[in-house]
């Protein structure tokens, strides 16, 4: 019989976040708040956030060279390109994008549209995370 030895040193465990106290990032579009990352609570495998997209907004055309990104709408429902392929997304769904796949998210209901994502493994440098294919939202004149 093998029994599983845990190690005897106590894991530290990141903190809780808080939505509410992760900043905004609206560079490719909407409402972006990355909650659990390596700056945040010291995670090695990947980051989880929320994205926000009110009626009319876009997350615009972007690709990842190291990551596999996990997309769950909560509520909504958006149009989702994946390398020019539209299909729709809507509430209580998900949707994998692989690696490479260039994606994009347009809110054209009328209704605000929320979502959780994870993204994992980690680009070797953050900078090197996503490469960008369409200009940002305000040099577009999407709000």
């Keep these: 019989m093998t029994t599983i030895q845990h190690p005897t ?3 530290r465990c990141g903190p809780t976040v808080s939505r509410s106290d992760a900043a905004p990032n609206r560079r490719r579009g909407g409402d972006i708040r990355v909650l659990l990352s390596p700056t945040s609570v010291g995670a090695t495998a990947g980051f989880m956030g929320t994205l926000t997209l009110e009626p009319g907004e ?7 060279p190291y990551s596999e990104e996990f997309l769950y709408c909560v509520s909504g429902d958006v149009l989702v390109t994946l390398d020019g392929e539209e299909r729709r997304l809507g509430g209580e769904s998900a949707l994998h994008i692989p690696i490479g796949v260039r994606h994009r998210i347009v809110n054209d209901g009328a209704d605000s549209a929320f979502f959780v994502f994870l993204a994992g493994p980690l680009a070797p440098r953050p900078e090197l995370g996503h490469v960008d294919t369409e200009p940002s939202p305000g040099s577009m004149g999407v709000r």
């Design 9 to 11: 040193t106590k894991v």
């Design 58 to 64: 876009v997350v615009t055309e972007h690709w990842h």
